[in-house]
């Protein structure tokens, strides 16, 4: 079984130095583990974090949320996938909370194992959504942002 739609065709990157397992979801974006610059020249790898927004959008119509009822997890796109819906589902819960801290606390409560890397790829990706709202509604709140993201 997968998951189906834009975001089940991504493969992740193995570093070349350490073998971690990560996506390279901008030109030069670094290991999470080991911070070598990946030389991936992978336009779908860069095209992740819209991938992730589609999927999220349809979903949210679908289901009301950002998670789903069932989520696979074969790979790392699919890990990254489920925890931004996670946090993106917790905070609209409190919009007019600090949503800076409300990620992090967020993060910090989720056991990582011994994937301390995987936490530190995840922020780097839900801070290059964050970036992609501001772009799309300077004007808007962040919680309006995610709104006008669903609806339109
Ligand atoms: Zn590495």
Redesign the pocket.
């Known amino acids: 079984m997968s998951n189906t739609g834009v975001l089940s065709t991504f493969k992740p990157h193995t570093?070349t130095?350490?073998g971690?397992l990560h996506i390279v979801f901008k030109v030069n974006a670094p290991?999470p583990?080991?911070k070598?610059e990946s030389s991936l020249n992978n336009h779908e790898h860069f095209k992740f974090t819209q991938a992730l927004l589609v999927t999220m959008k349809k979903h949210k119509r679908k289901y009301g949320r950002y998670t789903p009822h069932v989520w696979f997890i074969e790979n790392v796109s699919d890990s990254v996938s489920r925890v931004c819906f996670e946090v993106f589902d917790r905070l609209e819960k409190d919009k007019d909370g600090d949503h800076k801290l409300q990620i992090k606390k967020i993060l910090d409560e989720m056991n990582w194992r011994k994937k301390g890397h995987l936490k530190i790829h995840v922020r780097e990706i839900i801070s290059e959504l964050y970036k992609k709202y501001i772009q799309k509604k300077p004007q808007h709140t962040f919680f309006s942002r995610i709104k006008t993201l669903v609806t339109t």
């Open positions: 570093c130095r350490c971690v290991c583990n080991c070598l």
